[in-house]
C-alpha cells in the first residue's frame, strides 16, 4: 500500500481518539453516536463530502493543465532565488539528520491530511455548524485560489534549482511514486501547507472575535493551538525538505487569508442566517458588485496575461532546472492519452560541461531513490544513459499512453560549483491556455470579492470581521 492509503487509515482509526481527547474539557459538547445519521442529515453535512469530491477533480484539472502550459509560461524561479538566494539551503545543512528527515517526511503528509480531514470532522462532532462548513471551504476554496499562481507563475522546488540541495522529499523511496504523480515539482508558490492551516486559524479568530468570545477562553483553544503548532512546524518543513522558498510562506498566508475572509463572509448566506440566500440582491447591488469585481479580475487577468507573454518573449532565455556537481534531480512526463506524442527538448545551456540523462518509469524509481538521493550509478547499469555535450541540446519522443515518466538529470562533475543550467521545453500538442484562463477565474473573482467587501466596510465604519450580509447593515443601525 501507498503513502497516501496508509496515512488515511491511520487517519481513520485517530477519527474518534482525536475528537475524544480534545473534548476532555467540555464533553458537554460532544454528539452522542446515536444522533451521528440525524445531525449530517439535518445539517446537510453530506455536502461537505461532496465539497472534498470537487476538490479532488479540481486538483486533478489543475495538474492535467500545468504541464502542457509550461511551455507557454515558463518559470519565474530565477527570480525567486535572485531575492532570497541558498537561505533555504543553510537550513538543510544546518539540521539535517536522517531522523528529523524521517519524522518530517511522515509530518509533511500525514498531518496535511489530518488537519484537512479531521477538522471538518471535530467541528462536526462538537456541534460547531458553521465552522463545520468554513473548514470544508476552507480546503475546496483556497486551493482554487492558488490555481493561477500555480498555473502561470511556476516556481520550481528549492532541491531544483539550488546546487548541494538535497530532496529530502521526492527522493525518498517510499514517497517517489506517490509525489511524481500528484506533484508537478514547480508549484512552489504559494505554499498549501502554510495557506490551509494558516485559513484554519484565521476562521477561528474571525469566528471568536465576532462572538465576542476571548480565544484563551474557547472550548476548542486546544484545538486551535494544535493547528498553529503543526502550521509553525510546517513552515519549517517546507524549507528543510527542500521544497519551498521562504517566500511561499508569506503568499501561502496571504493565500490563506483572501480564502477565510472570502469564506467568512460568504457562509451566512449560504446557511440563510439572515434570510433566503439572494434576499437584498438587486439590479443596482449586482451592478455594483460587477463593475468592482469585474475590475479587480479584469486587473489580474491583464497581469497573468502580460507575465506570458514576457515569458513567451524571453523563452531563449529561460532555464528550467540547474545542477551543481554531482547533483541528481528528475523533471515528471504526465501520461498520454492514446495516439498523443508529446516532445521533450532537453538543452544544456552551459558552455562546458556535459550533461546525462535517462528516462525511467516511475513505477521502477524508487529502488534508486533514497534518503534524498538518486543512485545514479544503479540507474547508468539498468538503463540506458544518454550525454549531451555542452551548448548542445536533443530531442525525446515520448508516446507511451497512460504512463507516468521520470527525465532523470545528472551533473557528472565531482565539484558542486560546477553548476549546468538546463531548458526542458516539453511540448505537448496543445498548452490549453485559454482552458487555464477559465479554470483561474474564480480565483481572481474570490479577491475582488474580499477587496470589495473589505472596502465597503471600511466605508461603514464595521469590523473586519463582520459577517453579516450587507442588506442587514441598516436594520441593525
Same mark, same amino acid.
Given at each position: ?18 475528537? +475524544?481527547?480534545?473534548?476532555?474539557? $467540555?464533553?458537554? @459538547? ?13 445539517? =446537510?453535512? &453530506? ?9 479532488? =477533480? ?6 492535467? %493543465?500545468? *504541464? ?7 518559470? +519565474? ?35 496535511? %491530511? ?27 476554496? !483556497? ?32 514517497? @517517489? ?27 477561528? +479568530?474571525?469566528? $471568536?472575535?465576532?462572538?465576542? !468570545? ?8 486546544? &484545538? ?69 469585481? #469585474? ?35 528528475? *523533471? ?37 531513490? #533514497? ?5 545514479? !550509478? ?15 541540446? @536533443? ?26 543550467? !538546463? ?52 436594520? *441593525?443601525?
Amino acid at each position: 500500500m501507498g503513502p497516501y492509503g496508509v496515512m488515511m487509515g491511520i487517519i481513520l482509526v485517530l477519527t474518534p481518539v482525536t475528537c +475524544w481527547l480534545f473534548t476532555l474539557g $467540555c464533553k458537554e @459538547v460532544r454528539t452522542p453516536l446515536k444522533d451521528a445519521y440525524r445531525i449530517i442529515i439535518e445539517k =446537510k453535512y &453530506y455536502l461537505h463530502i461532496l465539497g472534498y469530491a470537487v476538490i479532488i =477533480k479540481w486538483k486533478a484539472l489543475t495538474d492535467n %493543465l500545468n *504541464e502542457p502550459l509550461k511551455i507557454k509560461t515558463g518559470n +519565474w524561479t530565477e527570480l525567486i532565488y535572485t531575492i532570497e538566494g541558498n537561505a533555504t539551503l543553510w537550513i538543510q545543512q544546518a539540521f539535517e539528520n536522517s531522523y528529523l528527515t524521517e519524522f518530517l517526511n511522515f509530518h509533511y503528509l500525514f498531518i496535511y %491530511l489530518f488537519l484537512i480531514y479531521i477538522t471538518t470532522v471535530y467541528f462536526a462532532y462538537v456541534g460547531e455548524r458553521d465552522l463545520t462548513d468554513k473548514m470544508t471551504l476552507n480546503y475546496l476554496l !483556497i486551493y482554487a485560489i492558488a490555481v493561477p499562481y500555480y498555473l502561470f507563475f511556476n516556481v520550481e522546488v528549492t532541491s531544483s534549482w539550488i546546487p548541494g540541495m538535497d530532496a529530502l522529499l521526492y527522493h525518498d523511496s517510499w514517497y @517517489v511514486e506517490f509525489y511524481s504523480t500528484h506533484d508537478p515539482l514547480d508549484n512552489a508558490v504559494p505554499s498549501l501547507h502554510v495557506a490551509i492551516p494558516f485559513g484554519m486559524l484565521l476562521l477561528n +479568530w474571525l469566528h $471568536c472575535k465576532e462572538k465576542g !468570545i476571548q480565544i484563551k477562553e474557547w472550548n476548542h483553544y486546544r &484545538y486551535h493551538l494544535f493547528i498553529l503548532a503543526n502550521t509553525i512546524l510546517f513552515i519549517f518543513t517546507i524549507a528543510y525538505l527542500g521544497i519551498h522558498w521562504l517566500v511561499d510562506i508569506p503568499l501561502g498566508m496571504f493565500v490563506g487569508a483572501i480564502g477565510a475572509l472570502f469564506i467568512h463572509y460568504l457562509q451566512p448566506r449560504l446557511r440563510n442566517d439572515f434570510g433566503k440566500t439572494f434576499k437584498g440582491v438587486n439590479r443596482k447591488k449586482i451592478t455594483t458588485h460587477a463593475i468592482f469585481e #469585474g475590475a479587480v479580475t479584469l486587473f489580474l487577468l491583464a497581469l497573468i496575461m502580460i507575465s506570458v507573454n514576457y515569458q513567451e518573449d524571453n523563452i531563449d532565455d529561460r532555464v528550467s532546472l540547474r545542477l551543481g556537481g554531482g547533483d541528481t534531480l528528475f *523533471e515528471i512526463y504526465n501520461p498520454l492519452v492514446e495516439g498523443q506524442t508529446m516532445t521533450s527538448e532537453i538543452i544544456n545551456l552551459d558552455d562546458s560541461n556535459n550533461l546525462e540523462y535517462a528516462i525511467v518509469n516511475v513505477e521502477d524509481s524508487p529502488e534508486y531513490m #533514497g534518503d534524498g538521493n538518486i543512485d545514479w !550509478i544503479k540507474i547508468k547499469k539498468d538503463f540506458e544513459v544518454k550525454t549531451i555535450n555542452s551548448s548542445s541540446s @536533443v530531442n525525446e519522443i515520448v508516446n507511451a499512453p497512460d504512463e507516468w515518466n521520470l527525465l532523470i538529470l545528472h551533473n557528472p562533475n565531482s565539484n558542486v560549483e560546477n553548476v549546468i543550467e !538546463i531548458r526542458v521545453l516539453n511540448d505537448y500538442g496543445d498548452e490549453r491556455y485559454l482552458d487555464s484562463l477559465l479554470l483561474s477565474l474564480p480565483s481572481l473573482w474570490i479577491t475582488g470579492f474580499v477587496v470589495f467587501r473589505l472596502t465597503r466596510l471600511n466605508k461603514n465604519e464595521r469590523n473586519l470581521f463582520d459577517s453579516t450580509p450587507s442588506h442587514a447593515w441598516g436594520e *441593525e443601525e
